[in-house]
């Protein structure tokens, strides 16, 4: 049982490149996330999609899109990265969206955009 | 958003409890209190969470004060790879979004 995993690990983009982070669950979870943390800072919400078909608006959209391919699979993508996207992204996952629920992550892809 | 506030960093000794303490004045009667901790370099890691009664599991215990206005996560013998950055986190009326603030970084010496 692989739990949330992302690919790829790490990633080096030019300026105006554009990538699509892949995140796939195996615990047939409904609710899946993307997330970014800028070193030293807590992780802020990108996108979210609160069940297969639906998806959201966290609080730092802008300059990504995302979409829920299937149940297991959340892709987040970079049309035209800015080094403003060097980050790190974490994938992560939650049965039903529900503030009692568990929410678990992957271990996150390394972004730089030189 | 209801917010959290935990102190930046706290120490402690190996084999020793902990307690990280959390204060949420905001908090609401549906605001669900989560913990997470994340060790250098992965991703976040549940640890517990709880609405009003005192909640245990395996990882730690949460003490909830009766007013629901703070909490504090209880790391009963503390290991060195308890040494994380631990979040306070509020889930509320967004479903299961969480909103992260800067957390406790947790040292501990041996």
């Known amino acids: 049982n692989a739990g949330v995993t992302q690919t790829p690990k790490f990633q080096v983009l030019k300026t105006g490149q554009s990538m699509t982070l892949q995140c796939a669950q195996d615990?047939?979870?409904?609710?899946m996330y993307w997330y970014r943390q800028d070193p030293g800072m807590g992780l802020r919400l990108i996108y979210y999609s609160a069940s297969e078909g639906t998806t959201d608006k966290g609080e730092v959209p802008n300059g990504y899109n995302v979409s829920r391919l299937n149940k297991r699979e959340f892709s987040l993508r970079l049309e035209s990265a800015a080094p403003s996207q060097t980050s790190v992204y974490f994938c992560a996952s939650q049965g039903l969206f529900s503030s009692g629920n568990t929410i678990y992550f992957g271990e996150g892809s390394w972004l730089t955009v030189v | 958003d209801a917010k959290t506030t935990q102190p930046n960093s706290m120490e402690s000794n190996e084999e020793e409890p902990v307690h990280l303490p959390c204060n949420h004045s905001t908090i609401s009667g549906t605001d669900y209190i989560h913990w997470y901790r994340q060790l250098p370099s992965q991703g976040p890691e549940y640890v517990i969470h709880g609405l009003t009664s005192n909640v245990n599991n395996r990882m730690a215990s949460l003490a909830i004060a009766e007013d629901r206005k703070s909490s504090t996560l209880i790391l009963h013998r503390a290991t060195l790879r308890d040494a994380a950055v631990y979040y306070c986190?509020?889930?509320?009326?967004?479903?299961?979004?969480?909103?992260f603030g800067q957390g406790t970084e947790l040292s501990v010496k041996p």
């Open positions: 615990m047939n979870h409904n609710s």
């Open positions: 986190i509020l889930v509320y009326n967004q479903g299961g979004k969480l909103i």
